[in-house]
Structure formats: structure tokens, C-alpha cells
């Protein structure tokens, strides 16, 4: 099973999220770690960041260390912020 860690910008941005959708995030990471392996992985064209995850109007935008079988989230916010934020 894959693990999912939080980076300090990912963490600060969870923890400013409503309690409902928190509790939609870690679902959906939970599901990520669970099945990672049979998941299409959508990785943000032009910016060569990483990879995304749609949680509603959300993008969780994470990293992954295939060594390690760990997953990295990097940045969690609405879809109209979350690029413009990477840039």
C-alpha cells in the first residue's frame, strides 16, 4: 500500500479547508493510497509539476516517489486558484 505525506504548503492548505471538505480530501487520498496502482494518474499539462486529483471543485496536486511507494501532496485548492497558485 502506498503512503500519502503531506508537504508544509499541502498541510497549510488542508488545514484551511471547511471540515467537509476535509473529510472529502483525506477520503479521496485514502482511496489513492489504496489503489494507486489501478489509477490513471493526470499529470498537469504545461507545468511538469506533478499530478492532479478532482475532489468536487478541488485539485489536490501531488507528487509521487515510486521508490519509496509514497505520494507526496503538494497543494490543495479550488480548481480556479489552484493553477494560478502553481505558476
Known amino acids: 500500500m502506498w503512503r500519502v505525506l503531506f508537504t ?3 498541510e497549510k492548505d ?3 479547508l471547511e471540515f467537509t471538505i476535509k473529510v ?3 477520503a ?4 489513492l493510497a489504496e489503489n ?3 489509477v490513471n494518474k493526470f499529470t498537469l499539462k504545461g507545468l511538469g509539476l506533478g499530478l492532479k486529483l478532482r475532489v468536487g471543485d478541488f ?6 516517489d515510486y521508490n519509496k511507494s ?3 501532496v503538494c497543494v490543495i485548492n479550488r480548481r480556479d486558484k ?3 497558485k502553481l505558476k
Do not use: E, P, S, T
Open 28 to 31: 479521496k487520498l485514502k482511496w
Open 70 to 72: 509514497l505520494v507526496m
Open 8 to 10: 508544509d504548503g499541502g
Open 14 to 16: 488542508f488545514k484551511k
Open 36 to 38: 494507486f496502482d489501478l
Open 24 to 26: 472529502r480530501v483525506l
Open 82 to 84: 489552484v493553477y494560478k
Open 59 to 64: 485539485r489536490i496536486i501531488y507528487k509521487v
